[in-house]
């Protein structure tokens, strides 16, 4: 997996475990990942690439509202497993 999809994944998971809203755009994880991830620059279409995976393997769900744009509403148990196994499925 790549370190984007990680890095989602281990975004997603922490927000649930800490009881927040996990609703978000592309636009809105992309600006969190570069914000708190000091040496990496993400843009948003690898976010957009990343996310897409994420979804199409079940891993997290959401839904494409937009072109270009999915909007994120949960990690799956699936993703979680994936997380606490520290990707070592």
């Known amino acids: 997996m790549t370190p984007i999809k990680e890095l989602i994944l281990r975004y997603l998971y922490q927000q649930k475990k800490q009881g927040k809203s ?3 755009s ?3 994880l992309t600006e969190h990942l570069n914000k708190y ?3 990496l620059f ?3 279409a690898q976010v957009y690439a990343a996310v897409k995976y994420l979804l199409d393997h079940k891993l997290i769900t959401g839904f ?3 072109q270009n744009s999915i909007i994120i509403l949960s990690i799956t148990p699936e993703g ?3 997380i ?3 990707f070592n499925v």
Do not use: A, W, Y
Request: charge should be negative.
């Open 42 to 44: 993400i843009t948003k």
């Open 84 to 86: 606490d196994s520290e």
């Open 26 to 28: 592309v636009e809105t």
């Open 37 to 39: 991830n000091d040496d």
């Open 22 to 24: 996990l609703r978000h």
């Open 80 to 82: 979680e497993d994936l």
């Open 64 to 66: 494409p509202p937009l």
